[in-house]
């Protein structure tokens, strides 16, 4: 029943940066670590980012550290991917994810249950 729908993607040159947006209804949100997950034509699907429940605590695949951040917006059940100066290697299918439990203690990179449609990113060189 919980629904992900992620906005924002798009067409971006080299060293440019966009927002991507994943708004969950029809099920609980603020207790729920989120994470977002890219996948390009003829790879697997792979992590980015991961926000804990409380949004204290995140953790980053180390291609992408320094300059994608991930946070959420608990009143407005919005987790957020800010992509700056991104590279043509981040061209993707950019999905957002919802855990499979509330309340973990702990950040993780898999296991997730519930994935939005996705949103394209194409960055040209």
């Known amino acids: 029943q919980v629904q992900l729908v992620e906005s924002g993607g798009g067409s971006v040159q080299a060293g440019g940066s966009l927002r991507l947006s994943c708004t969950v209804s029809g099920g609980t949100f603020s207790t729920y670590a989120m994470g977002w997950f890219r996948q390009a034509p003829g790879k697997e699907r792979e992590f980015v980012a991961s926000?804990?429940?409380?949004?204290?605590?995140?953790d980053y695949r180390d291609s992408v550290k320094g300059r994608f951040t991930i946070s959420r917006d608990n009143a407005n059940n919005t987790v957020y991917l800010q992509m700056n100066s991104l590279s043509p290697e981040d061209t993707a299918v950019y999905y957002c994810?919802?855990?499979?439990?509330?309340?973990?203690?702990?950040?993780?990179?898999?296991?997730?249950?519930?994935w939005g449609q996705g949103t394209q990113v194409t960055v040209s060189s």
């Open positions: 926000t804990t429940w409380s949004g204290i605590h995140k």
């Open positions: 994810a919802r855990d499979t439990i509330p309340w973990r203690v702990g950040i993780l990179r898999t296991g997730f249950g519930s």
